[in-house]
């Protein structure tokens, strides 16, 4: 079974720190994806990775950054946290990158829910 | 750019009632369409595609949804409802772009089951 963990299931942090969320995924997938769940508002795409070391933008970048060093890893950097910024973070992965075309499935990680207070 | 409608944010359905759940899409190129179950305090899990092969789609725990050209329409269906699928649901839609793709996702049907 795929299994992709965060490192935190619940995180509470204050106005203006820098936060790390951490998403690995064990099952050599390419693509690794973070977004925010907000009530009424689904799931938002923050930044994706379809390679080590490269990322791009989703919807909604803005306040925040991603470092991917290592294929299984993809990290969320909130680099002054704001309260705007309380939310529930999934990170998920899927298998391939160039050729699937957009028929990969995504394959999800439990959640951190941010309170930035 | 691609985009999907959830029509109802709330749903409630007695316990052996058919589950309808709908979905309409936006796109300017064919295709290619989820719908994503997430159970409470869990992730995403996927329920069923659709990626251009039969319009009828089977999935897990006895859901199936039906690609409808016509009508941009993708809505998913359960004959007879069970306590277990309470759940918040999520249509998605993505569209081939040189292996840049991504799921653009609706805002979510929660369903709840009456017993």
């Known amino acids: 079974d795929v299994k992709v963990t965060q490192s935190s299931r619940y995180l509470v942090k204050r106005t203006g720190e820098k936060v790390f969320l951490e998403c690995v995924q064990d099952m050599d997938h390419e693509n690794m994806f973070w977004y925010r769940q907000d009530p009424g508002l689904g799931l938002r795409l923050i930044y994706f990775s379809y390679d080590v070391k490269m990322k791009e933008k989703g919807d909604i970048p803005e306040g925040y950054s991603v470092s991917r060093e290592k294929k299984e890893r993809f990290s969320l950097i909130l680099e002054s946290a704001s309260t705007n910024q309380t939310s529930m973070y999934l990170c998920?992965?899927?298998?391939?990158?160039?050729?699937?075309?957009?028929?990969?499935?995504?394959?999800f990680g439990p959640g951190t829910r941010l309170t930035v207070l | 750019a691609q985009s999907v409608t959830q029509l109802g944010s709330h749903v409630s359905v007695s316990e052996g009632a058919l589950v309808l759940l709908r979905c309409n899409y936006s796109?300017?190129?064919?295709?290619?369409l989820f719908w994503y179950v997430q159970y409470p305090n869990q992730g995403l899990q996927l329920l069923l595609k659709y990626t251009s092969a039969a319009t009828l789609v089977k999935g897990i725990n006895g859901f199936e949804a039906e690609f409808k050209k016509s009508e941009t329409s993708f809505h998913l269906t359960k004959p007879s409802a069970h306590m277990s699928d309470a759940a918040e649901y999520f249509c998605?839609?993505?569209?081939?772009?040189?292996?840049?793709?991504?799921?653009?996702f609706g805002t979510g049907t929660r369903l709840t089951i009456i017993p």
């Open positions: 998605a839609v993505s569209v081939p772009n040189f292996g840049n793709e991504k799921l653009t």
């Open positions: 998920a992965s899927s298998p391939s990158a160039l050729g699937s075309l957009g028929t990969d499935t995504q394959y």
């Open positions: 796109s300017s190129v064919p295709p290619y």
